[in-house]
């Protein structure tokens, strides 16, 4: 399994200037483990066949690329979709937290801790775990326990223990601060699984190659489908592990375009917004030196986006470096053009995609009226059925 930026990160876990590991001594070591044993594990043939053998009849893969002809006439360009939204548990979640939870049971951790936001994680992380036969237990801000009742309803049918965290803004910041406490009291007997391309090394490079595959397969088909690469990549951003994992395996395609497209929620001020690398300035937060939407003196800034999945301050380090070396470009859709990016899809091509792939369309979508004749694949990072509540509540659906 390879993937990312020439052989990044290098043998301190950074991309470029950013990534790291800025965690507290305690952390070091467990950190230091986890590194030597993902590594290890990825490069063991017998590792890597049980995983392709769980992603193949449990999770569902490959996913199909599909054309979309109708979006394409309308666009003026070849639209090609990666459909991450017909994994089981309907995201691309599914192949990280199927991953870790294995690697877990191989380095003989008894019980997985998680975070969510918006629970998505938490799913899957729940789902992975009854797979295996290994407890889990997932912390999850107290606001979020209220907002996203269905997902903690799903967890506790995968027989999770949902843990409300009430400290600080009781969302996902506080909830990723309490799954590493948890993880620092029993690191031997305990796993965190971590749900995006963020934190310390190695988790940015651990997510990344778990989630490499949708990059790998999306290649190939593409390949296959049109006999050629396509001219751009397009995923969107909020942690940024749907986006590394397509973008992987083009990085060394120099005439693939790579587009990753934030939240840019109601405007650009501040606090309106979930646009990390187009707001944001360096910093450290979660253990990782990466972009950051914080003040002047450091304070994170609160974050807005119709999209609870892309609702995060920070971003990976290896995006930030993408970013700042013109490999890949970064933009920001708002919740109104994802919401019209949504609807467009869904009456064009019958597919309901996740408000956080909305923004996705909608940033290709401005790609393409700048680049006709053009191929455009799109990482279909998640299905839509989850954000019905909020369709209706802003009067997109009926
Ligand atoms: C969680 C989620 C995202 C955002 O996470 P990344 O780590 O940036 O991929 C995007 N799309 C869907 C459907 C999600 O559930």
């Known amino acids: ?30 950190l230091k483990r986890l590194e030597s044993e993902a590594r290890e594990a990825l490069a063991d ?10 992603l193949d009849r449990w999770v569902g893969r490959p996913s199909p690329l599909t054309p979309a002809p109708r979006l394409s006439a309308a666009w003026g360009v070849e639209v090609l979709l990666k459909r991450e939204d017909l994994n089981h548990t309907g995201a691309h979640k599914i192949n990280n937290a199927l991953g870790q939870a294995l690697l877990a049971q191989k380095m003989g951790a008894k019980r997985i801790v998680a975070e969510t936001g918006a629970g998505q994680h938490g799913v899957a992380s729940a789902a992975a775990c009854a797979r295996l036969g290994m407890g889990c237990r997932v912390y999850m801000g107290a606001v979020d326990v209220e907002r996203q009742a269905p997902n903690v309803a799903r967890m506790k049918l995968f027989g999770a223990e949902v843990v409300p965290v009430t400290a600080g803004d009781a969302t996902l910041r506080a909830a990723i601060d309490e799954a590493m406490r948890d993880w620092v ?15 310390p090394h190695p988790y940015p490079w651990l997510v990344r190659e ?36 397509a973008f992987a395996p083009f990085v060394e395609d120099d005439a693939v375009a790579l587009l990753g497209v934030e939240a840019g929620g109601s405007g650009p001020g501040l606090g309106q917004h979930a646009a990390t690398i187009v707001h944001g300035r360096p910093g450290v937060l979660h253990g990782t030196y990466s972009q950051l939407l914080q003040d002047e003196h450091g304070q994170i800034h609160e974050t807005h986006s119709v999209s609870a999945g892309l ?20 933009t920001a859709a708002t919740d109104t053009e994802a919401l019209d990016a949504l609807e467009e899809v869904a009456r064009m091509e019958g597919i309901l995609v ?3 792939t909305a923004h996705a369309f909608a940033g290709a979508r401005v790609w393409a009226a700048a680049n006709p004749g053009k191929t455009v694949l ?3 990072s998640g299905r839509g059925d989850k954000d019905l509540g909020i369709l209706q509540s802003v009067g997109r659906a009926g």
């Open 311 to 330: 609702d995060y301050p920070g971003v990976g380090p290896e995006h930030a470096h993408l970013a700042a070396t013109g490999r890949a470009t970064y």
């Open 354 to 356: 996740a408000l956080e």
């Open 378 to 380: 799109i990482c279909v």
């Open 210 to 245: 778990l989630q490499s595959v949708i990059g790998r397969e999306a290649r190939q088909q593409a390949l296959a489908t049109t006999g050629r690469l396509p001219d751009v990549v397009v995923a969107c951003v909020g942690g940024g592990s749907n986006a590394i994992g």
């Open 1 to 30: 399994m390879t993937g990312g930026v020439g052989g990044y990160p290098d043998a301190r876990g950074r991309f470029g200037a950013f990534g790291g590991r800025y965690v507290p001594e305690t952390l070091m070591g467990a």
């Open 185 to 199: 009291s029993d690191p031997l007997g305990t796993f965190y699984l971590l749900g995006s391309a963020v934190g």
């Open 45 to 54: 043939a017998s590792f890597l066949a049980r995983l392709d053998a769980e």
